[in-house]
């Protein structure tokens, strides 16, 4: 897969292409089928598959900090890009100039000059452009004039449920990770790199690896059972806390901090992947460290009983006869 920043880095694809636009946050069930079906259409007119997202997310852009929370990170959404049939991810940085792009000047420009556009995949529910005036009929329309086909995405559904980013981000809040993995079909998980914190942990016999966050809004929220990846090849278990450690500073950054079992390895620096399996609580204050390092003891034990029951689980499970 080949990674775009910017239009102005887009060479004109003289063959042209097939498109899809969205902010695909958390590449669900739902995306991976537009692009499936993306991937079927350039196969057919032999043209490359070409991803359009934008970051930030056009509502972080208008909402700030009062944006929905997002279910992955830039680097995180590319990592998952680059296991699907995509040719090329274009990111468009969205600021002013973007957002005061006609509807009409959008799709000239950009989608017929810059992309040479043959075929387009979007939502039915698809807004772009300038006060939001861009929308399914007019790229229809555009498409008859400019030679190229728009087609619906539709829907996908699981269990009943049309599966999208707002119901597996409330699923998350909820503590719902069960559907949330339904309609994600994986494990959610966080990426990020291992820094050093007040090493407070170490100090009651419960040593932390600390991810930054990077944002104040998050889909989840409290302790959870979770396995570790991106160390040596293997897949540790342990328990984490999202939050802002409101025992110990209660500040405004949310960072991730995960005790894993039976390890002792140093791994600052690293690049990891914590997977959340099961939430046991939500984050609580406590009046001292002590009534903290007994909690961590119960979080402790209930994760280990939280992976015998899933291994168990998985055990019992009879295997998916194709």
């Known amino acids: 897969m080949h990674l775009i920043r910017g239009l102005s880095h887009l060479e004109p694809l003289k063959t042209g292409c097939v498109l899809t636009i969205g902010n ?51 680097r995180e959404k590319v990592i998952q890009f680059s296991k699907l049939p995509v040719d090329n991810l274009l990111i468009v940085p969205f600021n ?13 420009e950009v989608l017929v000059k810059k992309l040479n556009i043959k075929h387009l995949v979007v939502g039915d529910d698809f807004h772009f452009g300038k006060a939001r005036r861009g929308n399914m009929p007019m790229l229809k329309d555009k498409g008859k004039l400019f030679g190229f086909d728009v087609e619906g995405t539709g829907s996908y559904q ?10 597996i981000r409330d699923a998350l809040g909820a503590g719902d990770l069960a559907l949330a993995e339904k309609m994600l079909g994986y494990c ?37 059972a979770v396995t570790m990846t991106g160390i040596d090849g293997r897949e540790f278990e342990g328990v984490a806390n999202v939050g802002t450690r409101p025992t110990v500073d209660g500040g405004s950054n949310v960072i991730l901090e995960a005790h894993l079992f039976d390890f002792d390895k140093e791994i600052y620096g690293r690049y990891v992947e914590v997977h959340f399996k099961q939430k046991i609580r939500d984050e609580i204050r406590f009046q001292s460290l002590d009534q903290l390092k007994a909690q961590i003891v119960k979080d402790v034990a209930e994760a280990k009983t939280a992976f015998f029951s899933l291994r168990h689980r998985s055990i019992d499970t009879p295997p998916l006869m194709i």
């Open 158 to 167: 699981v269990d009943g449920l049309r599966v999208s980013s707002t119901l």
């Open 96 to 108: 002013q100039y973007i957002a005061n792009f006609d509807a009409e000047q959008f799709i000239e």
């Open 188 to 224: 959610y998980s966080v990426c990020g790199r291992v820094a050093h914190g007040d090493k407070r942990g170490r100090t009651i016999g419960y040593p932390t690896a600390n991810i930054q966050m990077f944002r104040k809004n998050t889909p989840i929220n409290g302790v959870f």
């Open 24 to 74: 695909f946050d958390g590449l669900h069930l739902g995306h991976s089928a537009v692009i499936k079906k993306l991937a079927e259409r350039g196969k057919s007119l032999e043209l490359p598959v070409v991803v359009m997202i934008f970051e930030p997310q056009p509502l972080e852009y208008f909402l700030g900090e009062n944006a929905p929370s997002r279910l992955m990170r830039l």
